[in-house]
């Protein structure tokens, strides 16, 4: 039987400078053999089987989830010509790193080499820009379009299969508890098209192609799930508030940012970047009106006594945690108040904006509230109470 996984310092050593490395462990027949990724951190921005407290965490993290995909691919490739007990595993250690595995193409013609060049002189955010090289780094892994006379919708197609392919990243524990192999959604898959089609585009406008293939495959790149949206309910979120947590531990932090995000409507990278001292005051109310992270667009929120609260706790701003680290921590805040959605950092967002029109809250202010650039970002929580009260009716008649 063959397993991967993702370790860390498995040897119990540090560099001079404090890091260790992480690497890929292939079990075969009880047997380990280690492949190092060329990612070293520090014990601190290791946590739960990822990296944290990075500016670069998505893109490395990213990066260790291909190249687990790179190592799978390679081993079932050699499964195929072999049995298990007569893998040369120094064989499969070259693969890995050989330049046809990698697919890196040096020559003039080659794609993506311009788009990562093209990505730093995009007016972007670091962490946008930082998706964009996975997504690339991607697009290299599957060796399918290296250059542009390599562009059809035949292999942006076959392009689709292979990320559909990519594994979710699965801690020790996981992989101890024989937690079923995951795959990346239909929307993560879709943002990687995504990137990819926009920087196609550029290459349109400056020239370089004739042609986008993205052009003739209207909506065939489905959204995924994007547009359910997930909230709590009053009574599941005082479960959460209510929630019994040791002070100063990493849960109870989780559970005030998720308390926090509830009662303001802020996105996720708006409240790390929120600080008391943005906010006005004005008799007995605080009132702040701030720019989006991710987009810019300005928000209004007024401080509610139950944000207050959590403000205070944290002297003004609130814990700096990864988004990975947060949604992770949310899943055991789920499993422990018995709340059966999946609960990320986005439902709390979303448990603001549906309360609010529930209350009676225009629309349009709740857009202002959240930062939507157009109203009918925020129509799609409008959708969610409409389908809520037609569900009533079935209380009132119907079918016996």
């Known amino acids: 039987m063959i ?14 400078d404090g890091t260790a490395p992480v690497e890929v462990r292939v079990t075969i027949n009880r047997r380990a ?58 064989d499969v250690r070259k693969l890995v ?31 946008t820009a930082a998706h964009y090289r996975v997504s690339v780094a991607a697009l290299v892994e599957s060796g399918i379009m290296r ?25 020790d524990a996981e992989v101890k508890a024989g937690k079923p ?19 196609l585009g550029r290459a349109m406008k400056f020239g370089l192609i004739k042609a986008n293939p993205y052009d003739r495959m209207r ?7 994007v547009e359910t949206v997930e909230f709590l309910t009053k009574e599941e979120l005082a479960r959460i508030e209510g929630l019994t947590l040791r002070e100063g531990s990493m849960l109870a932090a989780a559970r005030d940012m998720f308390v926090f995000q509830s009662y303001t409507g802020m996105a996720y990278s708006d409240m790390q970047a ?23 667009v300005t928000y209004y929120i007024q401080l509610l006594p139950q944000v207050l609260a959590v403000v205070e706790k944290y002297g003004g701003e609130l814990p700096k945690v990864a988004v990975q680290t947060y949604n992770r921590n949310l899943k055991k805040i789920a499993e422990a108040t018995g709340i059966t959605k999946r609960l990320t950092s ?42 809520d009260v037609f569900g009533e009716f079935d209380k009132l008649g119907g079918p016996q």
């Not at 397993?3 to 001079?16: D, L, P, Q, S, V």
């Not at 500016?55 to 049995?83: F, H, T």
């Not at 311009?114 to 962490?127: F, Y």
């Not at 250059?147 to 801690?171: C, M, P, Y």
Request: glycine residues 6%; contains cysteine; aromatic residues 8%.
């Open 97 to 127: 790193f050989s330049p046809d595995s990698r697919r890196k193409v040096k020559d003039a013609e080659d794609m993506l080499e311009w788009m990562k060049n093209e990505i730093d002189k995009l007016s972007v955010r670091k962490g």
């Open 33 to 90: 053999y280690y492949i190092n990724t060329g990612v070293c951190v520090r014990p601190r921005e290791w946590k739960f089987g990822q990296i944290v407290g990075r500016e670069d965490c998505v893109e490395k993290n990213e990066r260790l989830s291909i190249m687990l995909a790179r190592v799978d691919r390679i081993v079932n490739e050699r499964l195929a010509d072999c049995s298990e007990d007569d893998i040369n595993f120094e």
């Open 147 to 171: 250059k542009w006379s390599d562009l059809s919708v035949e292999n942006v197609h076959k392009w689709d299969a292979f990320l559909h392919g990519i594994r979710k990243h699965q801690t």
């Open 346 to 387: 986005h439902v709390g967002r979303h448990t603001f904006a549906t309360r609010a029109l529930h209350e009676g809250v225009p629309i349009e202010r709740v857009s202002k509230m959240l930062g939507h650039a157009k109203v009918t970002q925020t129509q799609r929580y409008a959708k969610v109470l409409a389908e």
């Open 3 to 16: 397993k991967t996984a993702i370790i860390y310092n498995h040897r119990g050593r540090f560099g001079k």
């Open 274 to 296: 929120f600080s008391l001292k943005q906010c006005r005051h004005e008799g007995e109310r605080w009132l702040m009106a701030g720019q989006r992270v991710k987009t810019g």
């Open 181 to 199: 192999v995951q795959y990346i959604s239909q929307a993560t898959v879709r943002n990687y098209h995504k990137d990819i089609k926009a920087l």
């Open 219 to 225: 909506g065939e790149i489905k959204r995924g799930d």
